[in-house]
Structures are given as structure tokens and as C-alpha cells.
């Protein structure tokens, strides 16, 4: 499919590169084109009429740029927005989540996905890092929507198995344009000390990075240093879990001799600012990450606790928290936190062609609306999307040259409607209201 969106601002992401005004011709599932207005090649321009476009676009001065990747989710948790609220963690999870877990089926996680997969597109995300119980029913529903989707698996003592996770790395990682896998657990917490160790020897043997949930509460250090002496990230490094890189999710409470495991480990932070104040879990220290040369990426967490699966909210939020814990309002610039909540997401997940907008790379376009009154006047396009952006700002979402969401109507396959009515029937059976 020919794609011409024309009359744009562009911002590619590309680093020391500004907006400028131009066009992006997209073929297939990825860009074919891409220049400034005033650079368009004569030999371009003759050729251009000569295209059979299946879409013109006219952008009318609207902003393309990389899509946003949300770099931590638990997709099919939409099942407990709201019924799970004002609890703290250990409590949330024991009283809360893990009981309703419990009862769901394949089924269950597929419609529950497909209705986060909606508040994705509507929120300009093109890609997810989901981790969550049922991953097949996840990758199903991802690929009936068009929706980008980085599968980790989330080993731990009460579900999945180490023989089940090999399994799901390799069907995955070859299997659909859409879907890939990374190695990965719950948390040192969730898990026996003989499951990390076998994981450990999985990561070795594919030389793959692996993630995990890891120091997200003061009380969750504390109790591996009572079981272990040391913290999380100490632990885990002796495990030798990060000696091909990988991820940490949430990274609260972190040393400097932690973040020193980081950075010599190149172990990406994915920061979740929304979910740790609601669950109290406190600030993460984003600014001492950045300074340190950490690469930090951004997550929504699940719907259970955000409630919303929002990139706007959580851009915000970590600018905003960054300045508030270290008392600085410079300590955390925003086109810094641009690129957590894009280029970074993409490095995290190893989704190295979906990372900026440039020729060959995957065609992973969002559009925002510059005339709506929160993004006027513009004096910094990039920074009123951090301070003053809303998912209201999006127009257009595209996926692997798929426009999967404009004007606010959706182009995935099925009505809204009719998944609001299965999942809603989903939480009744849960909740016992049948």
C-alpha cells in the first residue's frame, strides 16, 4: 500500500534534527520517503504522479512523528480498572489481583487486550511490552488488531514454567512481522532462587537480555537483603541475569553501587510514574539515571494501577516528579523525556528498526493535532507535547503502515462496541455477578 502524507511538520527523532515542514511516502510496512518541502529531489517530484497512491494525506501542518512505545504493560489488567484501587501493593496483589487472575481463560486475555489495545491507539502508542499470564492470547489479539507487541515472559512461582518460556522465545521471535519475545521473569520476590538460576543459564545459552519488575518498593529491598544480604539489582547481577543487558521495570528504590550494576551492564530503566505514586511506591531517581548515562524508557504499568494507558499522563509525570524530588526544576529536561517515551522505548525493547522516522524504517507514524488551543502558541512543539500534550492531540495512528486509528474512528477489524460488551461480560463472570 502507497501512503503519501504531505504538508506535515515533521519530527523524526533523529538526533540534533528539528521539525521541519515535508512529506513521508510510506510503501508497504515502511518508509519510503522522507524530506524537507524545499528539498524534495526534481527527480522525485516527476516521478511523483506517476505513483497509484492509495491514501493522500494532507496533514495541513499537523506533526508526524515516531509513535510512542509503552515499554511496560500488563495489557489484559483493563479486567480490574477501578476494582482494584487505593490498596497498597503487597495487599493489591494478594486481596486484589492475583485472586481475579485466577479465574481467567484464553478467551478472557484476548478480549481484555483488545480493549487496552484501543486506549493504545487512541494514545498514539505503536508498540507494547506486555508481560502478562496467557502470552499466546496476547500475540493473538495484537495481530488481529495490527498492534506492535514485544512479549516478555513472566516466569514467577505460581504460573509459567522455565520449559514454557523457551518455548514461547522461540515461536515468537519467528513467527509474526508484529510480535517478538524477550526472556524474562516477575520478580526476585515471586520467583525461587533455583527458577532465576535456570533463567539465568536460558539467557546464556540464546545470549538474550531478560527483564523483570525490581525495586519497586521499600519493603521489597529490604526483604531481599534480609533473604540475601544484598539488594535486587546486586543479587540478580551475581546471578549473572544482566550479562546480556535487559530491562528493570519501575527502579524506585535504587543504590548507586545498583546503578552502577546498570551502567556497566547497559541494563535499560523503564520508569512508571503514574503506577508507583497510586500505589505509593514513591519517585523513581530519573534524573541520576539520565545523568549517569542510564537509558531510561517509559511505561504505563497496567490499567489495575493508573488507571490509564495514557503516554501523555506518564510523560508529564516523569518530567514533572523529576523536578519535585530532586528540587530542581531544570533537572530533567523535556525533549529528554521525548525521547524516553520514544527512541529509548524502542532500544529497550530491541525494536531498533521502529525507532526514529527515517527512510527504511518501520512506518510506526503518529499525527498531532497542533491547531487544538493546548498546543498553541507554538513557541516549542516538542516541549508543549511533554507539558501541555494530550492523547486528544492525536489524529492518526499507524502501524507497520496501517492506519489503525484516525479522527477518532478505529480500523481494527471489529466495533468498539462489541468489545466493550465481551469484556464487560468478562468482569461479571470474574466478579461472580452472573
Given at each position: ?27 508497504n ?49 483493563t ?20 485472586p481475579a ?146 530491562g ?15 551502567t ?25 539515571f ?51 517515551a ?15 522516522l ?10 498531532i ?21 494530550s ?29 466493550y460488551?465481551?469484556c ?11
Amino acid at each position: 500500500m502507497n501512503i503519501r502524507l504531505y504538508n506535515a511538520r515533521i519530527l523524526t527523532m533523529e538526533k540534533n534534527r528539528p521539525i521541519f515542514e515535508g512529506e513521508i511516502w510510506v510503501k508497504n510496512e515502511k518508509i519510503a520517503y522522507i524530506a524537507d518541502t524545499a528539498e524534495l529531489s526534481s527527480e522525485w517530484t516527476k516521478e511523483m504522479p506517476r505513483i497509484t497512491w492509495d491514501f493522500e494525506i494532507d496533514c495541513k501542518g499537523n506533526l508526524l512523528m515516531p509513535g510512542f512505545k509503552d515499554a511496560h504493560t500488563h495489557s489484559a489488567m483493563t479486567f480490574l480498572r477501578s476494582l482494584a484501587d487505593d490498596m497498597p501493593l503487597q495487599q493489591w496483589l494478594e486481596e486484589k489481583v492475583f485472586p481475579a487472575e485466577e479465574k481467567l481463560t484464553y478467551d478472557d486475555v484476548y478480549q481484555l487486550t483488545k480493549l487496552a489495545i484501543l486506549e493504545y491507539l487512541s494514545s498514539g502508542i505503536t508498540a507494547i511490552f506486555d508481560m502478562y499470564k496467557i502470552p499466546d492470547a496476547t500475540a493473538e489479539a495484537c495481530m488481529d488488531m495490527g498492534m506492535r507487541c514485544v512479549l516478555v515472559s513472566g516466569l514467577n512461582k505460581n504460573t509459567s514454567s522455565l520449559e514454557q518460556t523457551e518455548q514461547e522465545f522461540l515461536k515468537w521471535n519467528k513467527k509474526h512481522p508484529l510480535i517478538s519475545y524477550q526472556l524474562g521473569f516477575h520478580a526476585e520476590y515471586t520467583c525461587t532462587e533455583e527458577q532465576i538460576y535456570r533463567l539465568s543459564q536460558l539467557a546464556h545459552r540464546y545470549k538474550a537480555p531478560v527483564y523483570m519488575h525490581l525495586a519497586e518498593t521499600a519493603k521489597e529491598v529490604e526483604e531481599c537483603k534480609m533473604r540475601h544480604g544484598v539488594t535486587p539489582a546486586v543479587y540478580l547481577d551475581n546471578m549473572g541475569i544482566f550479562d546480556f543487558g535487559g530491562g528493570a521495570f519501575h527502579c524506585v528504590h535504587m543504590t548507586q553501587y545498583d546503578m552502577d550494576v546498570f551502567t556497566r551492564n547497559r541494563v535499560h530503566v523503564i520508569t512508571n510514574p503514574a503506577s508507583n505514586m497510586k500505589l505509593a511506591s514513591g519517585i523513581a531517581p530519573v534524573a541520576a539515571f539520565d545523568k549517569q548515562k542510564i537509558s531510561v524508557a517509559i511505561g504505563t504499568d497496567g490499567a489495575a494501577s493508573n488507571n490509564s494507558l495514557d503516554m501523555f499522563k506518564e510523560m508529564y509525570l516523569t518530567a514533572t516528579l523529576s523536578k519535585i524530588r530532586e528540587k530542581d526544576a531544570a533537572s530533567l529536561d523535556a525533549m529528554r523525556v521525548l525521547r524516553m517515551a520514544t527512541v529509548h522505548g524502542a532500544k529497550a525493547m530491541r525494536l531498533n528498526k521502529a525507532d526514529v522516522l527515517a527512510k527504511g524504517k518501520l512506518a510506526d507514524i503518529i499525527m498531532i493535532d497542533l491547531h487544538k488551543p493546548n498546543m498553541q502558541p507554538l513557541h516549542n512543539i516538542e516541549k508543549s507535547l511533554v507539558y501541555s500534550g494530550s492523547k486528544d492531540n492525536v489524529l492518526m495512528t499507524m502501524i507497520g503502515g496501517k492506519i489503525l486509528y484516525r479522527n477518532g474512528e478505529y480500523n481494527v477489524g471489529e466495533s468498539i462496541e462489541s468489545t466493550y460488551a465481551k469484556c464487560e461480560a468478562i468482569v461479571k463472570r470474574i466478579m461472580g455477578e452472573e
